[in-house]
T-cell receptor
Framework: GENVEQHPSTLSVQEGDSAVIKCTYS??????FPWYKQELGKRPQLIID?????GEKKDQRIAVTLNKTAKHFSLHITETQPEDSAVYFC???????????FGKGTSLLVTP | GAVVSQHPSRVICKSGTSVKIECRSL??????MFWYRQFPKQSLMLMAT?????????EQGVEKDKFLINHASLTLSTLTVTSAHPEDSSFYIC????????????FGPGTRLTVL
Protein backbone atom coordinates (compact mmCIF):
# COMPACT_ATOMS: atom_id res chain seq x y z
CA GLY A 1 0.00 0.00 0.00
CA GLU A 2 0.85 3.67 -0.12
CA ASN A 3 3.40 5.00 2.37
CA VAL A 4 3.67 8.73 2.92
CA GLU A 5 6.66 10.16 4.77
CA GLN A 6 6.58 13.73 6.08
CA HIS A 7 9.36 15.95 7.37
CA PRO A 8 10.05 17.70 9.61
CA SER A 9 7.87 16.62 12.51
CA THR A 10 8.23 20.03 14.14
CA LEU A 11 9.10 23.39 12.65
CA SER A 12 9.54 26.70 14.38
CA VAL A 13 9.88 29.93 12.39
CA GLN A 14 9.70 33.60 13.11
CA GLU A 15 6.81 35.63 11.84
CA GLY A 16 7.41 36.73 8.29
CA ASP A 17 9.78 33.89 7.46
CA SER A 18 8.95 31.04 5.07
CA ALA A 19 8.14 27.48 6.08
CA VAL A 20 8.64 24.40 3.95
CA ILE A 21 7.27 20.93 4.67
CA LYS A 22 8.23 17.98 2.53
CA CYS A 23 6.54 14.67 1.81
CA THR A 24 7.43 11.60 -0.18
CA TYR A 25 5.13 8.85 -1.37
CA SER A 26 5.71 5.33 -2.57
CA UNK A 27 2.81 4.44 -4.87
CA UNK A 28 3.37 5.67 -8.41
CA UNK A 29 -0.40 5.37 -9.00
CA UNK A 30 -1.09 8.19 -6.53
CA UNK A 31 -2.57 11.12 -8.41
CA UNK A 32 -3.98 13.53 -5.85
CA PHE A 33 -2.01 15.24 -3.10
CA PRO A 34 -3.87 17.43 -0.61
CA TRP A 35 -2.47 19.37 2.31
CA TYR A 36 -4.46 19.85 5.49
CA LYS A 37 -4.17 22.19 8.44
CA GLN A 38 -5.51 20.89 11.71
CA GLU A 39 -6.00 22.86 14.88
CA LEU A 40 -6.33 21.08 18.19
CA GLY A 41 -9.60 19.18 18.46
CA LYS A 42 -10.80 20.29 15.05
CA ARG A 43 -11.29 18.61 11.71
CA PRO A 44 -8.54 18.73 9.08
CA GLN A 45 -9.02 21.73 6.83
CA LEU A 46 -7.95 21.50 3.20
CA ILE A 47 -5.59 24.37 2.43
CA ILE A 48 -4.31 23.40 -0.99
CA ASP A 49 -4.14 20.38 -3.24
CA UNK A 50 -2.42 19.34 -6.41
CA UNK A 51 -3.14 16.75 -9.03
CA UNK A 52 -0.55 14.60 -10.73
CA UNK A 53 -0.80 16.42 -14.04
CA UNK A 54 0.38 19.68 -12.48
CA GLY A 55 3.84 20.56 -11.16
CA GLU A 56 3.03 23.58 -9.05
CA LYS A 57 0.05 25.39 -7.63
CA LYS A 58 -0.14 28.62 -5.69
CA ASP A 59 -2.84 30.27 -3.61
CA GLN A 60 -1.77 33.57 -2.08
CA ARG A 61 0.88 32.74 0.57
CA ILE A 62 0.64 28.99 0.07
CA ALA A 63 2.15 26.94 -2.71
CA VAL A 64 2.62 23.26 -3.40
CA THR A 65 5.12 21.65 -5.74
CA LEU A 66 5.05 18.10 -7.05
CA ASN A 67 7.88 16.06 -8.51
CA LYS A 68 6.33 12.87 -9.88
CA THR A 69 9.64 11.39 -10.93
CA ALA A 70 11.09 11.66 -7.45
CA LYS A 71 7.69 11.00 -5.82
CA HIS A 72 7.82 13.98 -3.54
CA PHE A 73 5.74 17.07 -2.95
CA SER A 74 6.24 20.08 -0.75
CA LEU A 75 4.21 22.77 0.95
CA HIS A 76 5.57 26.30 1.00
CA ILE A 77 4.15 28.99 3.24
CA THR A 78 5.54 32.50 2.78
CA GLU A 79 5.24 35.50 5.09
CA THR A 80 4.16 33.28 7.96
CA GLN A 81 1.83 34.63 10.60
CA PRO A 82 1.15 33.41 14.16
CA GLU A 83 -2.26 32.14 13.02
CA ASP A 84 -0.47 29.74 10.70
CA SER A 85 0.60 27.80 13.81
CA ALA A 86 -1.06 24.37 13.63
CA VAL A 87 -0.36 20.81 12.60
CA TYR A 88 -0.06 20.27 8.86
CA PHE A 89 -0.64 16.93 7.18
CA CYS A 90 0.18 15.88 3.67
CA UNK A 91 -1.73 13.04 2.05
CA UNK A 92 -1.79 11.03 -1.12
CA UNK A 93 -4.46 9.01 -2.82
CA UNK A 94 -5.13 7.25 -6.07
CA UNK A 95 -8.15 6.13 -8.05
CA UNK A 96 -7.87 2.75 -6.36
CA UNK A 97 -10.14 3.04 -3.33
CA UNK A 98 -9.67 6.82 -3.00
CA UNK A 99 -8.70 6.57 0.68
CA UNK A 100 -6.28 9.22 1.89
CA UNK A 101 -2.92 8.07 3.18
CA PHE A 102 -1.62 10.68 5.59
CA GLY A 103 1.86 11.68 6.58
CA LYS A 104 2.61 11.82 10.30
CA GLY A 105 2.17 15.57 10.45
CA THR A 106 4.29 18.65 11.06
CA SER A 107 3.69 20.87 14.05
CA LEU A 108 4.37 24.42 12.87
CA LEU A 109 4.94 27.17 15.38
CA VAL A 110 5.20 30.76 14.17
CA THR A 111 6.57 33.06 16.83
CA PRO A 112 5.89 36.81 16.75
CA GLY B 1 -21.54 23.24 -0.28
CA ALA B 2 -20.03 19.86 0.60
CA VAL B 3 -20.76 19.90 4.32
CA VAL B 4 -20.32 16.83 6.48
CA SER B 5 -21.70 16.60 10.00
CA GLN B 6 -20.96 14.18 12.79
CA HIS B 7 -22.93 13.34 15.89
CA PRO B 8 -22.21 13.31 18.74
CA SER B 9 -19.24 15.64 19.00
CA ARG B 10 -18.25 14.21 22.35
CA VAL B 11 -19.24 11.06 24.19
CA ILE B 12 -18.15 9.57 27.48
CA CYS B 13 -19.15 6.01 28.20
CA LYS B 14 -18.39 3.18 30.58
CA SER B 15 -16.22 0.28 29.60
CA GLY B 16 -18.24 -2.49 27.98
CA THR B 17 -20.93 -0.31 26.47
CA SER B 18 -21.50 0.37 22.77
CA VAL B 19 -21.38 3.79 21.14
CA LYS B 20 -22.81 4.82 17.78
CA ILE B 21 -21.40 7.73 15.80
CA GLU B 22 -23.27 9.18 12.84
CA CYS B 23 -21.74 10.82 9.81
CA ARG B 24 -23.98 12.73 7.42
CA SER B 25 -23.36 14.52 4.15
CA LEU B 26 -25.75 17.45 4.36
CA UNK B 27 -25.84 18.85 0.85
CA UNK B 28 -24.52 16.12 -1.40
CA UNK B 29 -24.73 12.42 -1.96
CA UNK B 30 -21.60 10.64 -0.82
CA UNK B 31 -20.53 7.80 -3.06
CA UNK B 32 -17.98 6.73 -0.50
CA MET B 33 -17.44 7.49 3.17
CA PHE B 34 -14.31 6.89 5.19
CA TRP B 35 -13.72 6.48 8.91
CA TYR B 36 -10.46 7.60 10.49
CA ARG B 37 -9.14 7.38 14.02
CA GLN B 38 -6.69 9.86 15.46
CA PHE B 39 -4.86 9.39 18.75
CA PRO B 40 -3.37 12.43 20.53
CA LYS B 41 -0.47 14.00 18.65
CA GLN B 42 -0.70 11.40 15.91
CA SER B 43 -1.86 11.31 12.35
CA LEU B 44 -5.19 10.17 10.97
CA MET B 45 -5.31 6.44 10.46
CA LEU B 46 -7.84 4.99 8.04
CA MET B 47 -10.09 2.43 9.70
CA ALA B 48 -12.48 1.53 6.92
CA THR B 49 -14.01 2.55 3.63
CA UNK B 50 -17.73 2.23 3.12
CA UNK B 51 -19.86 2.43 0.01
CA UNK B 52 -23.59 2.80 0.17
CA UNK B 53 -25.39 -0.51 0.20
CA UNK B 54 -22.31 -2.70 0.48
CA UNK B 55 -20.11 -4.04 3.23
CA UNK B 56 -17.32 -1.84 4.51
CA UNK B 57 -13.72 -2.58 3.67
CA UNK B 58 -11.61 -2.58 6.82
CA GLU B 59 -7.93 -1.80 7.05
CA GLN B 60 -5.55 -4.40 8.34
CA GLY B 61 -5.63 -4.57 12.11
CA VAL B 62 -9.09 -3.06 12.50
CA GLU B 63 -11.56 -5.51 14.01
CA LYS B 64 -14.72 -5.54 11.92
CA ASP B 65 -16.74 -7.12 14.72
CA LYS B 66 -15.72 -4.38 17.10
CA PHE B 67 -16.14 -1.42 14.77
CA LEU B 68 -19.42 -1.94 12.96
CA ILE B 69 -19.98 0.28 9.96
CA ASN B 70 -23.31 0.75 8.25
CA HIS B 71 -23.75 2.88 5.14
CA ALA B 72 -27.48 2.60 4.62
CA SER B 73 -27.95 5.64 2.40
CA LEU B 74 -25.96 8.02 0.25
CA THR B 75 -26.03 10.61 3.05
CA LEU B 76 -25.53 8.57 6.20
CA SER B 77 -22.86 6.26 7.54
CA THR B 78 -22.65 5.04 11.13
CA LEU B 79 -19.78 3.66 13.15
CA THR B 80 -20.63 1.60 16.22
CA VAL B 81 -17.87 0.87 18.70
CA THR B 82 -19.02 -2.30 20.42
CA SER B 83 -17.96 -3.25 23.93
CA ALA B 84 -15.80 -0.17 24.19
CA HIS B 85 -12.66 -0.23 26.30
CA PRO B 86 -10.39 2.60 27.47
CA GLU B 87 -7.94 1.89 24.64
CA ASP B 88 -10.71 2.78 22.17
CA SER B 89 -10.68 6.34 23.47
CA SER B 90 -9.77 8.46 20.51
CA PHE B 91 -10.89 11.12 18.05
CA TYR B 92 -13.00 9.54 15.32
CA ILE B 93 -13.40 11.48 12.08
CA CYS B 94 -15.42 10.61 9.04
CA UNK B 95 -15.02 11.94 5.55
CA UNK B 96 -17.13 11.74 2.44
CA UNK B 97 -16.36 11.76 -1.23
CA UNK B 98 -18.78 13.03 -3.82
CA UNK B 99 -17.09 11.72 -6.88
CA UNK B 100 -17.56 15.15 -8.46
CA UNK B 101 -14.52 16.90 -7.01
CA UNK B 102 -11.85 14.57 -8.32
CA UNK B 103 -10.52 12.75 -5.25
CA UNK B 104 -11.28 15.51 -2.74
CA UNK B 105 -12.81 14.42 0.55
CA UNK B 106 -14.85 16.47 2.97
CA PHE B 107 -14.32 15.87 6.67
CA GLY B 108 -16.78 15.82 9.51
CA PRO B 109 -15.96 17.74 12.71
CA GLY B 110 -14.97 14.58 14.56
CA THR B 111 -16.21 12.76 17.64
CA ARG B 112 -14.16 12.64 20.83
CA LEU B 113 -14.78 9.28 22.49
CA THR B 114 -13.70 8.74 26.08
CA VAL B 115 -14.19 5.30 27.60
CA LEU B 116 -13.92 5.15 31.38
Amino acid sequence: GENVEQHPSTLSVQEGDSAVIKCTYSDSASNYFPWYKQELGKRPQLIIDIRSNVGEKKDQRIAVTLNKTAKHFSLHITETQPEDSAVYFCAATSNSGYALNFGKGTSLLVTP
Amino acid sequence: GAVVSQHPSRVICKSGTSVKIECRSLDFQATTMFWYRQFPKQSLMLMATSNEGSKATYEQGVEKDKFLINHASLTLSTLTVTSAHPEDSSFYICSARTGAYYNEQFFGPGTRLTVL
